[in-house]
């Protein structure tokens, strides 16, 4: 398949949901394809063009055990024909989210801690160029300027009506996108999944100086960092599956849902105007957190 046809989806549903008396609509972008769906769709797309217009036949990219990005990048590649390659941070397992990796053909190569935090500095991007002969590299997350481009496009399966827009994020590829593509009159809330206070640093300079506004971070919802959780958040994830029949995941949507609702709580949202928040897929790491943790999250 070309990459045009596979990063073209026809359509994007919106449902409408009511949880605890708060009407709201979700834009699932988890829907748009069984294995490579949500942000990292729309992240990928323009490194798969850029990649098909250089000629490379080979997709490299780096990530965590569980990364998203992993899984997507390598079912991706094996619809358009591409090979590919995942540098996988730590000591070599084996967990759903790899399993599926290598179910889509894609060469799992570990290294260590601290090969990994030196991955993209310029010796070590060319070392790995020569030893997987010269492929295509996708950052950490997939955010860089192409990916950008493509977050930007979710907004056109978003309405101008909808005042606000609710999103997660960890590198913030799919909120600078969002920030750039919205309209003047819409409001952009971004609940970063990542501790610290730094977000909204990273983003400006994403946007690359441009003077975007209506936009806020929300870094209070992270539960302890990065792929970290607590009880509240699973209750409030089974509770809200049970009540709308949508899966959330504990890394990036769960914690974005849960802020949400907090913020509403506090009246911090106006709860009569139109909110849409976006789901932003991941669903596919909830396996391995159910292996990991011996939870039975709703994985789909």
Known sequence: MSVKK???PEFVPI???LYHELAFDILRLDKIHLGASGNKFFKLKYNFME???KGLKKILTFGGAFSNHIAATAISAKACGFESIGIIRGEEVSNPTLELAKENGMLLHFISREEYRAKEEERGLKELG???DHPYIIPEGGTNELAISGTKEIHQYIPDDYGLISTCFGTGGTIAG????KSAKQKLLGFS???GEWPEQEIEKLLEGSKEENWEIKTQYHF?????WQPELIDFIQDFYKKTSIALDPIYTGKMMYGLMMELEKGNIKSDQKILAIHSGGL???AGFNQRFGFDLAEK
């Open 130 to 132: 020569a030893k997987f």
């Open 15 to 17: 449902q409408s949901v």
């Open 193 to 195: 999944v990542l501790k």
């Open 51 to 53: 990649a098909e217009k």
């Open 284 to 286: 596919q790491g909830v």
């Open 6 to 8: 596979f990063f073209s």
């Open 178 to 181: 969002l920030i750039k593509g």
């Open 224 to 228: 302890g960092g990065y792929a970290k």
